[in-house]
């Protein structure tokens, strides 16, 4: 692509910023033309940045243009870098969302000092050295980035709202499996197991309206329950059925924000037999029901 034709079909952004606590913010942007949005700010080397691309895709670039990296959808990016600066730069694509956590290095030891040797970069050999990773947005950290970008509550209660959801987020992404201590959890170290209830995984989200049980999942995958149990308990972070019903009502909500079906029809696809148990599900979810839900987005 031509440099300069790319640069002319780039507009200039603003995040929306909401400030946590001291060291601690929260920036979203919803990107919902169909122009390419940069959106930069300037950011000093003691802060760790995560990047979560709730939808389309968007790109971190680095050093002036000279390196770049996706952030694809319902993908997360985590960048620290104390040996030097590292400003925010981001080319957000048409029709795509993006929500950012800025936590100081000092706040977020804060937060984990009993847990810092199981987080990777909190090390004592690693505390000086730049650190990234990109990852999986998971269901229940979906569930908080919507509420985060889809915010409609009174405005006073944002700084408070925003605060909880902060942590939230926190809590749920050092919950993956990819923090996990191998001491402390040998079912890891083999890769044939990871593998294995990784395909549990995709065979519960593939035949989510009539999942299998426990037992027909673990002889499907070739593990016994028990190890099925604690294999995805570990890199799931929640139970086989949690995780399930989170992640239908997530895609139920998603559903019901195209339009495309009616309440019954969706909760048909998620596997309701009736529209009243998909909307006491929805509700004990979300706290609202289906039919609220699709009216608070108009």
């Not at 709730?54 to 990296?69: D, E, P, W």
């Not at 199981?118 to 569930?143: C, H, R």
Request: charged fraction near 25%.
């Amino acid at each position: 692509m031509n440099e300069k034709n790319d640069l002319k079909s780039i507009a200039i952004g603003t995040f929306e910023e909401t400030k946590l606590d001291d060291d601690f913010l929260i920036l979203t942007f919803k990107n919902d033309e169909n122009i390419i949005k940069n959106v930069v700010k300037e950011i000093d080397s003691s802060y760790i940045q995560f990047h979560f691309c709730i939808k389309g895709s968007t790109k971190f670039v680095f050093n002036q243009g000279r390196y770049n990296l996706d952030i694809e959808e319902e993908n997360s990016l985590l960048l620290y870098n104390p040996q030097r600066e590292l400003p925010i730069n981001l080319n957000i694509n048409p029709n795509s969302w993006i929500v950012s956590i800025l936590i100081s290095i000092k706040k977020f030891h804060g937060l984990f000092s009993q847990e810092a040797d199981y987080i990777t970069f909190l090390s004592e050999d690693n505390k000086d050295k730049k650190y990234y990773k990109d990852g999986v947005i998971s269901p229940s950290m979906a569930i908080v980035l919507n509420q985060l970008i889809n915010f409609s509550l009174n405005s006073s209660i944002k700084p408070l709202y925003f605060k909880g959801k902060g942590y939230e987020l926190l809590s749920l992404y050092f919950n993956r499996s990819e923090e996990a201590n191998i001491e402390q959890c040998p079912f890891l170290v083999d890769e044939s197991n990871v593998i294995k209830i990784r395909k549990a995984k995709d065979i519960m989200v593939a035949r989510m309206a009539e999942p299998p049980s426990l037992q027909e999942l673990a002889d499907e995958i070739g593990l016994n329950i028990k190890k099925l149990k604690e294999g995805f308990k570990q890199i799931y972070g929640d139970s086989v059925f949690s995780f399930l019903f989170d992640y239908k009502m997530e895609f139920a909500r998603k559903l019901l924000e195209a339009g495309e079906n009616n309440v019954n029809e969706v909760g048909h696809k998620i596997g309701y037999s009736t529209s009243s148990h998909f909307i006491a599900a929805f509700k004990k979810k979300y706290g609202t029901t289906p039919k609220k839900y699709v009216m608070s987005l108009n």
